[in-house]
């Protein structure tokens, strides 16, 4: 498999040098898959002779090829509340969020929310998320099931909850460890699936399911941490009263072991400078997730202070969806541009295009496979198509430089914008694919 159009990716850091000489970008470009795997990449005159007589060749002359979008923090069990109405955090997690949880206890309703979910990752051209699923077991079942049918590299695990839910939600310190142990041994390292631990956040969790989240994360090479971190002003202040003897919310977590390079702490908004560096000391990564934090009114993340060189944090993007309002890495840029505005910054479209793809790759631990177009890595690439509406097509004649045509997509883009997304060197999505416009790798266990 050879696709061919022109590509851009990252090759650097643009926080921490100019932007300009992090970019890669080929105006007629060759990118040679085999077995799942990009095996070369570069300019289609210097790569197009070394090419096997025959070879398939699928070119997208008025495209852009990227490295599929990482979305580092989103919740596949609040499809079905994805806009609801008018609520701060807390307020919004007892009226929306954990209704539609209870209705995860349906196996069958998993499934069809795992299917919807998977779908609409790959039409937005995201290959790869961190996916928090329910308490149930069968809901991180459902959703590796799924991911496995389009052999997407896909992160998740079972929701930890053993207190400040509905009873339907809530597990206990020993049966969640049970049972996510008992999720990681089926699960984690199988194809392309890797596990994550999951407490939801501190205050539904008491200090003995939190230690047995950091025992956990001992049990196996390679396992994830997800959680949520300083979201939201009440949230801070309730961790206080709950955790008295912890120096602050992220304390919490450090102590019952959770801090590592493969944690990932979803917002972060009301961090103070000693998190930050203690983030940068440990490895631990941090998901912004801008269209959620701005649609609950919980505050601006201060991504530029957060990714100061002179004590980085990584960070990675993350549609947080339900709170967050759209599952595109395009549309959650655009709102990353504004939040970085109104801190004070431009968050120039190099630097966007970082955080949905290499960025969000590094925050995971995962850049030796993922993020990038070039020999080794794993053939997750999405097609974007800069012209995919009538006004991006005018204002796409306006584009001078590969730059503005990068911010026209994160300003103006959306799904609308993916041509295609290809995972492990497949396509399978295709906007222009007559009748269903996907294909998974394995047929639907009945």
């Known amino acids: 498999m050879v696709l061919r159009g022109p590509a851009a990716t990252l090759a650097g850091n ?31 005159a210097e790569l197009r002779d070394t090419l096997p007589g025959g070879v398939d060749i699928v070119h997208y002359p008025d495209h852009l090829l990227v490295p599929g979008f990482i979305d580092a923090h989103v919740h596949y069990p609040q499809m079905q509340m994805i806009g609801a109405f008018g609520a701060q955090l807390l307020e919004w997690l007892e009226t929306y969020t954990f209704p539609a949880e209870m209705s995860f206890a349906d196996a069958g309703h998993a499934q069809r929310v795992a299917q ?18 329910t308490v149930h077991p069968h809901s991180v079942d459902a959703f590796f099931t799924e991911a496995a049918r389009f052999d997407a590299r896909m992160i998740a695990g079972k929701v930890l909850m053993d207190r400040n839910a509905p009873l339907g939600l809530l597990d206990t ?26 407490p939801r956040f501190a205050p539904t969790s008491t200090e003995a399911q939190l230690d047995a989240a950091g025992a956990l994360l001992k049990t196996r090479d390679g396992l994830f941490l997800q959680t949520h971190l300083c979201e939201n002003p009440g949230e801070v202040e309730w961790v206080r009263e709950l955790f008295p ?28 400078e000693g998190d930050f560096c203690t983030c940068h000391q440990s490895g ?39 709170g967050g309002t759209s599952l595109s890495q395009l549309q959650t840029l ?58 991006m ?8 430089s590969i730059e503005e045509m990068l911010f026209l997509l994160m300003t103006l ?34």
């Open 245 to 272: 003897a912890r120096s602050s919310y992220l304390d919490v977590y450090a102590h019952a072991g959770l801090m590592g390079p493969r944690s990932m702490f979803g917002h972060g908004v009301h961090l103070h």
């Open 284 to 322: 631990a990564a941090l998901a912004h997730c801008p269209t959620s934090n701005l649609f609950l009114g919980s505050g601006l993340f201060r991504l530029f202070e957060a990714v100061d060189p002179r004590r980085p944090v990584k960070v990675g993007l993350g549609t947080d969806v339900g």
């Open 413 to 446: 883009g959306d799904d609308r914008a993916v041509r295609a997304t290809y995972v492990a060197g497949r396509c399978v999505y295709d906007r222009e694919r007559t009748g269903d416009p996907f294909v998974p790798v394995l047929p639907r266990e009945e």
């Open 334 to 391: 655009n709102e990353a541009y504004k939040v970085a505005a109104l801190t004070g910054h431009k968050l120039d479209a190099v630097q966007g295009f970082y955080l949905a793809t290499l960025g969000g790759a590094r925050a995971l631990g995962l850049e030796d496979r993922l993020g990038r177009l070039a020999p080794g890595m794993e053939a997750d690439i999405c097609v974007l198509d800069p012209k995919a509406t009538p006004l």
């Open 173 to 198: 310190a020993q049966r969640g460890y049970d049972e996510s142990l008992a999720l990681i041994d089926r699960w984690h390292g199988r194809g392309r699936a890797l596990y994550c631990v999951t």
């Open 393 to 400: 097509a005018f204002r796409a004649g306006y584009c001078a």
């Open 14 to 44: 643009p926080f921490e040098q100019p932007s300009r000489g992090c970019l890669v970008t080929h105006d007629d470009a060759l990118v040679v898959i085999e077995d799942g795997i990009i095996t070369a990449f570069g300019p289609h």
């Open 116 to 133: 919807l979910f998977l779908r609409e990752l790959l039409r937005a051209g995201t290959t790869t998320a961190m996916v928090y699923c």
